[in-house]
Nanobody, 123 residues
Framework: QVQLVESGGGLVQAGGSLRLSCAASGLPFSNYAMGWFRQAPGKEREFAAA????????YYSDSVKGRFTISRDNAKNTVYLQMNTLKPEDTAVYYC????????????????WGQGTQVTVSS
């Protein structure tokens, strides 16, 4: 019954912004660290950002640090990814994931995954 549902993807010009949302249900949301991963065509899924269970700490890959911001609203069981100054190389399917214990960069650590939302950045 656990579900993670991403939304907010779309097509934007380079330099633009998007805000992704991930609505979680069927799990004690505040007990899970949340992460965002992305997968471009022909590439492996890679870590982008994560946030601790209570939202006090955030973590980013070097490729997105300074441009992306992860946040969560535990009252709404929702995690967000604000993406600014988007680049064509950010084009990927973005996945929301939940981990029972802390966060990791390894996608295999996460217990639940959303279906993904497409982000396309044109030059």
């Amino acid at each position: 019954q656990v579900q993670l549902v991403e939304s907010g993807g779309g097509l934007v010009q380079a330099g633009g912004s998007l805000r992704l949302s991930c609505a979680a249900s069927g799990l004690p949301f505040s007990n899970y660290a949340m992460g965002w991963f992305r997968q471009a065509p022909g590439k492996e899924r890679e870590f982008a950002a994560a946030i601790s269970q209570i939202g006090g700490r955030t973590y980013y890959s070097d490729s997105v640090k300074g441009r992306f911001t992860i946040s969560r609203d535990n009252a709404k069981n929702t995690v967000y990814l604000q993406m600014n100054t988007l680049k064509p190389e950010d084009t990927a399917v973005y996945y929301c994931a939940a981990a029972r214990t802390g966060w990791r960069k390894d996608p295999n650590y996460y217990n639940y995954w959303g279906q993904g939302t497409q982000v396309t950045v044109s030059s």
